[in-house]
């Protein structure tokens, strides 16, 4: 007869579809995710964790891309740094990739409607980054983060994304072909979410978070000084100890945020791509 335990895998998978790491934490620091998620379907009064099929949905999911776990090899072991909030797994394409890609990962980040000269910038720290070796990583949105992934792809080094949603589609849309020539450049593309799960504001915070916690360093092209994906990645690196390096701010009120951060001693200003290449060595 086959066996009816349900593997880590499709475990973690089934708990990360219903639950944020930061819910579960306490319990799976006692308990075996197979233990975690039996528990949890017996005490939801709805029902609704009692009707889903853990080993069937990983199947399904996993024709699009791999559910990567903490004790496989590939796992980023940088992603404990996350404490409580550490992923209870990564949705990944290109998952073989991703030891070599996070050794040297370098996050270049800001503003969705970015100036002119943000996205000059973009281009050029992507670039020499690209060129020295390190791992050009960022989401596919508008703005500074997709000048530098086509910046590092026209250098013919692989890179990494981080999207805030499931990998069966980009985000945003029309970035379906950046999405796609990632992986097939020897990159990988990552996320928290499932296939199937769209973008929302709580998707964008995470995935925010985890583009810190992934990279050795993040360079913050420029940034607008609210509640945003770029800036809450800043301080998610800040506070995570990861070198936080910023882009002269320009006169334009869509660099608040490098002034703040570097008034408050968060940052390190970096005037040029050879200047940040330094703080990285």
């Known amino acids: 007869m086959p066996s009816t335990a349900l593997s880590e895998r499709a475990a973690r998978a089934a708990l990360a579809t219903h639950f944020t790491p930061h819910q579960v934490a306490v319990r799976l620091a006692h308990h075996s995710p197979e233990d975690v998620w039996q528990y949890s379907v017996r005490h939801d009064a709805s029902g609704r964790l009692a009707e889903y099929m853990p080993r069937e ?6 024709l699009t891309c791999q559910f990567v776990i903490p004790s496989d090899d590939v796992w980023p072991a940088a992603l404990a740094d996350l404490g409580a909030d550490c992923p209870l797994g990564l949705w990944v394409r290109g998952h073989e990739q991703l030891p070599r890609l996070t050794a040297r990962a370098v996050a270049v980040t ?3 409607a970015a100036t002119v000269q943000a996205l000059a910038r973009a281009q050029t720290f992507a670039t020499a980054l ?6 050009v990583t960022a989401t596919l ?7 530098a992934q086509r910046a590092a792809a026209q250098t013919g080094q692989a890179a990494l994304a981080v999207l805030p949603r499931g990998l069966d589609r980009a985000h945003p849309h029309d970035h379906a072909q950046l999405l796609s020539c990632i992986p097939a450049g020897g990159g990988a593309v ?3 979410f499932r296939p199937g799960t769209p973008a929302s504001g709580a998707t964008l915070q995470a995935s925010a ?3 810190a916690a992934l990279v050795r360093a993040v360079v913050l092209i420029e940034a607008l000084n609210y509640a945003q994906a770029a800036m809450h990645t800043a301080e998610v690196a800040a506070d995570l100890h990861r070198p936080l390096l910023v882009t002269p701010p320009t006169d334009d009120v869509r660099a608040d945020g490098n002034v703040r951060l570097l008034a408050e001693q968060r940052a390190v200003l970096v005037p040029d ?3 940040a290449l330094a703080a990285l060595r």
């Open 209 to 211: 978070a985890l583009l």
């Open 273 to 275: 791509p050879a200047h």
């Open 190 to 192: 990552v996320s928290l």
């Open 110 to 112: 800001g503003n969705r």
């Open 141 to 147: 949105a508008y703005g500074v983060d997709a000048a």
């Open 57 to 62: 949905e990983l199947a399904n999911a996993q």
């Open 130 to 135: 690209a060129a020295a070796g390190h791992t």
